[in-house]
């Protein structure tokens, strides 16, 4: 059965024909109009479509496999005209077929054989939407893209076939003769059925294919031309080698050189054998291997290091105090463990007692100092270890830690790595140009491992005293000296450096600066600075004391002095500028001035209009920017059980609260309150964003909650800090000098401390004692006693409150 239908109507000649034809699946191929093709009849399927085809005309139509395996028929097929039947020679049934035109494959129908057939709609090879004129200029463009690529590729036949092709449709199907186009690339060519899509669909195929062959044969044109070059390069070395060899140079007098310079440094025994070793291997190698320059680049790295070069360490300890006392005010804790180290080392070499020489006790050479100085930022850290320098005549130099991940930023890299180089501290070494230099370690509290290895761990061996004197970098591979070195590290937050590190470091803490110690600072160190920086002479800006006291109390609420040299900054621009405009000087800034050129002044704790009623309290708390005020806020809310807690808190300071509400239900009677059963206590840690832990806030929540209950307020003077224990014992914290300065800076009179902090006093200036009035507890009852207001007194609305929240 093979039929042609059409309508009833009268015959439309635009109309599409309609054959019903059984089909015959292409596994593995695509057939195009005006194409003859023999195919290979071998399966059954195939054998019952031929037979179907009574009248000699049969539907190709691709049947490709999907990625799962899934076959399916393609929307477009071809029809063809079964030319011949006969025999391949080796006796496969076979036919001879010519595909005359394209059809979609339509509707399946029930035929009068097991073959499949289905409505082909024929399509005219000529369709399209656009005009003659477009598909001309289409049909040119790819005979043009594709002269252009038989070109390159050098298809002399296929030119021959291209030109002779003048049918717009015949020369859109002429790239299936490509070899490398794709199968499903086919199908989709088949499948375009509008002419001028066609076209445009093979023009921009190769249009791809050409763009692809030029970026290759540019590839193989640089690769030709780097190769050539080395090659040539290669034989200009030889030839060279040869008329330096004849001239008494070249690479025997490179390895000459390196053998010179190795005799005349005077380094260790180790050292020298690992030189000689690899000067020996560059010999054998030539100068031509990458693995020659690798051996060039290591020995120019030792050659590069200050091998016996040290400063002279040994200063007057009067000069070396002076030094210090000039760069910085205060801190003399670190002065006087400087005066202690430049003493020894003095007193040693006029002992003649030879440092290197200290291995008599425990085998361990025992020279060099280990510092870390803790403490919030804009205290000084930094600029101290450049003083530290000055001071005993050394070398400065500076590795910024914060946020190192990389072992090998420490211990070097391996040399089978491509651009291996050594560490961070052999670096330093070649940098400050002597085997003795002061290395600071900015921010070792910033350092994190990663999973390429652990930083911390590789410092343990740089910072022990007992070890650093064999440090081995990964890439000098040989042992280094580093006990003369004095090392100081500095960090903000003391419990973020590993216990075994800090084990390694004698740890000076930095609590800040008193108001009058900032304004020293300021008049004494900042002012001149700034003047010089900007460009000014001293004579032509006048800031007093009271100009320079009234910025540090007004406008400043740190603990270093970062902040108070910004503004002293903006001052001095200011004076720069009137200066610029014409004005003489000297530029006078009063005080009345400060608010114009500053800004609004900082604001301030408010601590009298915080605790304004029963359940606030105020403490103290050191945080990673000093020490700092903390209100503790309770209440009472419908619903029992366990206390609720908020304010982003640490597991620790959550404990404490814990305890906080068992101390007062266990001693409820004695301090006249009761915990009611139907409510819930809510503790709340203003300035939520900010994380917070540890157990010094223990007897703040705990007078806090006392004076919820009791309708009693905290004395807003009074500021505390201290951990309480089950028993209701003050026991001990740390931080005292920050938290004692914080407590001046927010305007308390009366701090209550634990007794057992007593002695920690003797450490904090004489004028914040002299400003604050101290009381040291031992028992939750003394805190009450001293905290919560007398009985009677009212909150600020002049009624008993039960609930810290309005």
Partial sequence: MSTSSTNDQPTDPQAPTVETLPVLGLPDGVVFPETVVTVSITTDTARTALAAATDDRILLVPHPADADGTRRYARVGVVAAIEDRGQLPDGTPAVTLRAVARAVVGAGVIGDTDALWVEAEVIDAHHSDEEPDEIDRLASEYRAAATSLLDALGGRRMRGL???????????????????????RRIELLETLDLAERLRLATAWVKQALAEREVAERIRSEVSDDLEKTQREAILRRQLAAIQAELGEGDDDVI???RTRLAELDVPDTVVEAV???????????????????????????????????????????????????????LGDVKDRLVEYLAVRRLRAERGVDVSDDTTRGGAKRGGVILSLVGPPGVGKTSLGESIARALGRDFVRLALGGIRDEAEIRGHRRTYVGARPGRLVRALTEAGSMNPVVLLDEVDKVTGG?????????????????????????????????????????????????????RMEVITLDGYTAAEKADIARDHLVPR???????????LDLSDEVIAEVTDRWTREAGVRRLERLLDKLV????????????????????????????????????????????????????????????????????????????????????AVIARSV??????????????????????????????????????TTALVSLLSGRMVRPEVGMTGEVSLQGRVLPIGGVKQKLLAAQRAGLTEVILPIANGEDLDEVPEEVREALTIHLAAEIDEVLAIALAAPGEVDAGGSPAKSAVG
């Fill in 162 to 184: 291209l030109r002779d092709v003048t049918d717009p449709s015949a020369l859109a199907d002429s790239i299936t003769y490509w070899p490398e186009l794709t199968n499903d």
């Fill in 256 to 258: 000459g050189r390196y």
């Fill in 276 to 330: 000689t070793n690899e000067i020996d291997r560059l010999e054998r190698l030539g100068g031509e291997s990458m693995e020659a320059n690798w051996i060039r680049t290591w020995l120019d790295t030792v050659f590069d290091l200050p091998w016996g070069l040290v400063r002279d360490d040994a200063p007057e300890v009067a000069d070396a105090r002076a030094i210090l006392d000039a760069d910085h005010t205060g």
């Fill in 451 to 503: 999973w390429n290895g652990d930083p911390s761990a590789a410092l343990l061996e740089v910072l022990d005293p007992a070890q650093n004197h064999s440090f081995r970098d990964h890439y000098l591979e040989f042992e280094l000296d580093l006990s003369d070195v004095v090392f100081i590290a500095t960090a903000n937050v003391i419990e973020n450096i590993p216990g075994p590190l800090l084990d």
């Fill in 530 to 540: 700034l003047i010089e920086r900007n460009g000014l002479r001293p004579d032509e």
């Fill in 573 to 656: 621009r200011s004076a720069v500028t009137r200066i610029a405009g014409g004005e003489s000087g000297p530029i006078r800034i009063s005080p009345d001035e400060l608010r114009a050129r500053l800004g609004r002044a900082a604001p301030s704790a408010d601590v009298e209009g915080r605790v304004d009623r029963p359940g606030i309290a105020t403490g103290l708390a050191v945080t990673g920017a000093g020490g700092d005020v903390l209100f503790v806020e309770t209440s009472l809310v419908p619903g029992g059980g366990e206390p609720l807690l908020t304010g982003q808190l640490g597991d620790v300071m959550k404990e404490s």
């Fill in 664 to 701: 007062v239900g266990a001693n409820a009677e004695r301090f006249g309150v009761e915990l009611p059963d139907d409510e819930r206590l809510h503790v709340h840690f203003p300035a939520g964003a900010v994380p917070k832990d540890g157990p010094s806030a223990g007897i703040t929540m």
